[in-house]
């Protein structure tokens, strides 16, 4: 019997609740779920590539704790090309969260392309509510603009709000020195 293997792609610069929400819900089609941290070459990180694998693996150790059933999951990071990833470790999909119809039409264009040009399907699962327009570009613009950390605690995870915390004491990161630019504050 085939074993079904799907990978769940972003950034995750930070993962969210609305992310791990998409992962867990993903957990009951598949046998196997990868999320594939990869690179968005539009955006400056926050976090690097290794922070980013360390949250999420913890995170992900968290969930598969609470929950043993359903879908194994592993967290590795990515360079290149999704589709080209997704043949390398085997996947029949690529798992992509929809918050919203904006979503949803940007989504639709990205998964028509890479069915034609690697013949992978697309599996989209809507995120719970509570998190329709959650977006990590947000919390990173309320961490940088001075907001509290402590009030995304609906939207990220405490380890995420922590390293938040950490990033924003730092001069040396795009979050640290937003945080000290005069003009914000």
């Not at 992310?19 to 976090?47: W, Y």
């Not at 922070?51 to 704790?65: D, K, T």
């Not at 570009?137 to 907001?147: F, R, Y």
Request: proline share 3%; charged share 20%.
């Amino acid at each position: 019997m085939a074993r079904h293997l799907a990978i769940y792609t972003g950034s995750f610069d930070p993962i969210t609740l609305g992310h791990l929400d998409v992962l867990a819900r993903s957990r009951g089609l598949f046998d196997e779920v990868v999320v594939a941290i990869g690179r968005n070459p539009n955006k400056e990180a926050l976090f690097s590539f290794d922070e980013r694998l360390a949250l999420a693996r913890a995170l992900v150790s968290e969930m598969l704790a609470s929950n043993p059933v359903g879908a194994q999951i592993r967290v590795e990071h990515y360079t290149g090309l999704t589709v080209d990833y997704a043949k390398s470790v085997g996947a029949c999909a690529i798992v992509r969260g929809i918050r919203n119809i904006t979503d949803l039409a940007n989504e639709c264009q990205l998964a028509i392309t890479n069915r034609q040009v690697a013949a992978i399907e697309t599996v989209f699962i809507v995120t719970g509510e509570n998190f329709a327009y959650t977006s990590s570009s947000l919390i990173k613009q309320i961490a940088a603009l001075g907001g509290s950390l402590d009030s995304l605690s609906s939207l990220v995870p405490p380890l995420v709000i922590e390293a938040l915390r950490i990033k924003r004491g730092d001069r040396s990161n795009p979050l640290g020195r937003l945080v000290r630019d005069e003009l914000v504050e």
